[in-house]
């Protein structure tokens, strides 16, 4: 397999099942350390993947509070080091339903899913990429800003796009890469 990773470290996001779960095997195959943070208890499965004895971190957080990214962030740089990735993948719809059914827990419980754990770690994570010269932030987003039925998830979904673009002309000079 390509070393591409190599001497390189990324915290994972959303890490237990799906999307995230193949980013951390990927990156573990690929020779990289990985800090896998989920908010299930399903992470900590990740354990017995090939490569994970001493390059696997896993996590249990809830990245839609501030102080548990940060805490994060903490845990990983502390643990290998340093953060030379960051793959937010924490998101995904609550409800699909027209927008005037929504109430309004339910559209502060799609932002606060699907916006704040990338906004969250976005910032914690700046300190250790700035300090150490650069790194690489990858967001992950959605077709659903531009769908039906999910209002509140395609409106947190295009504030990661937005927080994207500002990340990435905010820090481009600065050897931060986002994407």
């Known amino acids: 397999m390509n070393p591409r990773f190599n001497d390189k470290v990324a915290v994972v996001t959303g890490a237990a099942q799906g999307i995230g779960r193949r980013v951390v095997e990927r990156l573990l195959e690929e020779g990289g350390r990985v800090a896998a943070v989920d908010r299930s208890e399903l992470v900590h499965e990740l354990l017995s993947l090939p490569g994970a004895a001493d390059r696997l971190l896993t996590l249990t957080a809830d990245l839609e509070r501030n102080a548990d990214a940060e805490r994060v962030m903490a845990e990983a740089a502390q643990r290998f080091g340093r953060i030379d990735i960051l793959v937010n993948n ?35 994570v700046l300190p250790f990429m700035l300090e150490q010269g650069g790194g690489a932030i990858v967001n992950v987003s959605s077709i659903a800003t531009r769908g039906v039925n999910r209002v509140p998830y395609g409106a947190a979904k295009g504030g990661v796009n937005a927080l994207t673009a500002c990340l990435a002309f905010e820090n481009a000079q600065r050897g931060i890469r986002v994407n």
Not at 108 to 119: D, G, M, N
């Open 90 to 124: 924490v998101g995904g719809t609550i409800w699909a339903k027209p927008f005037e059914h929504y109430r309004e827990h339910e559209i502060e419980a799609e932002v606060r899913r699907s916006l704040f754990p990338t906004l969250w770690c976005c910032h914690a």
